[in-house]
């Protein structure tokens, strides 16, 4: 049986709005509305880096068909394109997605190995993905009243176990935060060094941070 064909067929491009960074590509879809930003290896990167927030997608031109769709991105995607410094695109058009599983896997990896260094090292970054994780798991289960819990469940010895390993790679001076503290003052939030919080303090700044419209002072263990 012939694939369906899908409704809408167009050439887009989605630009990271810190750096002007781009890529291009063509996709098919019912639903113009489907949020999808694109499959490149170096844009997940930066999508995952950066945060989607921060990136904008433009619908360049409609094409008719499928066929015809590739054979434009194939016009627009050339060698000429992939050389530009803020391009990117890994390979030329026409062909759509990854080239094959093992590209396909290696994007996936390398997007999930980024993502998780990031979390490690950036504690705004960090804290912005937990709230936006709250306010994800509000909407979803706000209505529910059957979702699962944790309540008369168990950690395995085993699990502890791990858990407790972890937890110790991060304290001390094994802890990328180690020695900082945040301050804020007038909807400002800054990183200092904790040796300098004094020297803050006495210009009028609060140790703790501002995050997004709600003011939350974030104490910070002493080490």
């Not at 094959?100 to 260094?117: C, G, P, V």
Request: net charge positive; glycine share 8%.
């Amino acid at each position: 049986m012939a694939r369906r064909q899908k409704k809408y067929h167009y050439i887009y491009k989605t630009t990271c709005n810190v750096n002007g960074r781009y890529y291009i590509g063509m996709h098919s879809t019912d639903n113009l509305e489907d949020g999808y930003l694109g499959s490149g290896k170096r844009l997940w990167y930066s999508i995952n880096y950066h945060g989607k927030e921060n990136h904008t997608k433009e619908i360049l031109e409609f094409c008719d068909t499928r066929k015809e769709l590739k054979k434009r991105e194939e016009e627009i995607v050339n060698e000429q394109l992939i050389n530009e410094e803020l391009c990117m695109n890994l390979k030329t058009g026409g062909i759509g997605g990854f080239c094959n599983d093992e590209h396909k896997n290696k994007a996936i990896k390398s997007s999930r190995e980024s993502y998780k260094k990031r979390l490690n090292e950036d504690e705004e970054f960090r804290l912005r993905m937990l709230d936006n994780l709250r306010r994800g798991n509000i909407t979803q289960w706000s209505y529910r009243t059957d979702y699962p819990t944790f309540k008369g469940r168990k950690h395995t010895e085993d699990t502890k176990k791990k858990m407790s390993e972890k937890a110790k790679q991060r304290t001390g001076k094994k802890n990328s935060q180690y020695g900082t503290c945040w301050i804020t003052k007038d909807g400002e939030n800054k990183k200092i060094k904790k040796e300098e919080l004094s020297e803050y303090t006495s210009q009028g700044w609060v140790k703790g941070r501002k995050i997004g419209p709600i003011t939350q002072l974030v104490r910070v263990q002493h080490s």
